[in-house]
């Protein structure tokens, strides 16, 4: 068995293989998981949602904390700025096997909200925040970038392990640096080497080349941007694992997943035209007619209309 089929337990999950799809605002809903767990992701989470919002219990927060059928481990990412307000969402998170504290998002509204990245800034509330969480006696992790505007990632890392988190994974930037600027995996390495805790690390995972890299560096491999309009990455990470052989990209058989994901947003009934028209349009890059069909997806005002523009478009390309 390759490194990357491996199973990997974390606390009390055990999880299948090393490979897994990270959190993503406006993605990871129920069925983008369902088809990316298909094509061979070995673990999924929710996308991250501010506690503030689940509190709230508004339609939409529901729809996304939904999950698909027989989805196990059921794991859901969450963010908040007070510990008070984690002691508040436990009786919400009952539903779920594994908790993941966001501490890396570096998006200015969660910043904003001293949420996100922002947590960096204060480790001692972090590890509140790990010891507030462990008392639903599920498994928790936590999920960090190498420090807010200077690299503290070891004392972050070593203070979660302590806390009593079960895992942690590493996006290997800082909060303010752009994903132009790349990550840097020495880092990853450093922490694996300073924790006892399964280590994932994140970032510039494009390729299963990369994959498997980064899974003899760490415990497993958490793919983010790469996997957005691209679930047949999966099949080829796990072909090249056991071939050592690269398998040519199939745009049918990819769009064939996001006709899945149509398929299951109906059955979920978590139909969002705006993130079904994102998450379709990056289905469709370098591919001969990919700019129109992009605008005419984004042009689509119902379901059905982007249910049959994209019928229409793969029986035209056979």
Same mark, same amino acid.
């Given at each position: ?115 996100? %990245?922002? =947590?960096?800034?204060?480790?001692? !509330? *972090? ?6 969480? #462990?008392?639903? /006696?599920?498994? $928790? ?30 996006? %290997?930037? =800082?909060?303010?640096?752009?994903? !132009? *600027? ?6 990853? #390495?450093?922490? /694996?080497?300073? $924790? ?30 790469? %996997? ?6 999966? !099949? ?83």
């Amino acid at each position: 068995m390759n490194i990357i089929e491996k199973p990997l337990k974390i606390g009390k999950i055990k999880i299948p293989n090393r490979i897994f799809l990270a959190p993503m605002v406006d993605v990871t809903d129920a069925a983008y998981r369902e088809i990316c767990r298909s094509a061979g992701a070995g673990m999924s989470y929710i996308e991250m949602l501010n506690i503030g919002a689940i509190l709230h219990t508004n339609p939409k927060t529901q729809n996304l904390m939904k999950t698909f059928e027989n989805e196990y481990p059921k794991a859901i990412q969450i963010t908040g700025k007070s510990v008070e307000e984690f002691k508040d969402v436990l009786p919400f998170l009952k539903n779920y096997d594994l908790i993941d504290l966001n501490c890396g998002c570096p998006s200015i509204r969660t910043i904003d909200n001293e949420s996100g %990245a922002s =947590l960096l800034k204060d480790p001692e !509330k *972090i590890v509140m925040i790990i010891k507030m969480l #462990k008392k639903t /006696k599920k498994t $928790v992790t936590a999920k960090i970038r190498l420090g807010y505007k200077n690299n503290n990632v070891l004392e972050i890392a070593k203070a979660i392990e302590k806390a009593g988190a079960d895992a942690l994974t590493v996006h %290997a930037r =800082l909060a303010w640096h752009s994903n !132009k *600027i790349p990550a840097d995996w020495e880092w990853i #390495k450093r922490v /694996k080497e300073s $924790v006892k805790i399964p280590v994932i690390g994140n970032g510039d995972i494009d390729s299963p080349e990369k994959a498997e890299l980064m899974c003899n560096i760490a415990d497993g491999a958490m793919i983010a941007r790469a %996997a957005i309009g691209n679930p047949f990455l999966f !099949k080829q990470i796990f072909h090249y694992s056991k071939t050592r052989k690269d398998m040519p990209f199939n745009f049918k058989e990819n769009l064939s997943y996001f006709q899945e994901y149509l398929r299951l947003i109906k059955k979920y009934d978590i139909i969002d035209l705006p993130r079904a028209k994102y998450i379709g349009t990056n289905f469709f890059r370098n591919i001969k007619g990919a700019s129109q069909m992009r605008q005419k997806l984004m042009t689509c005002r119902s379901y059905e209309d982007i249910s049959d523009t994209v019928e229409g478009f793969s029986k035209a390309n056979p």
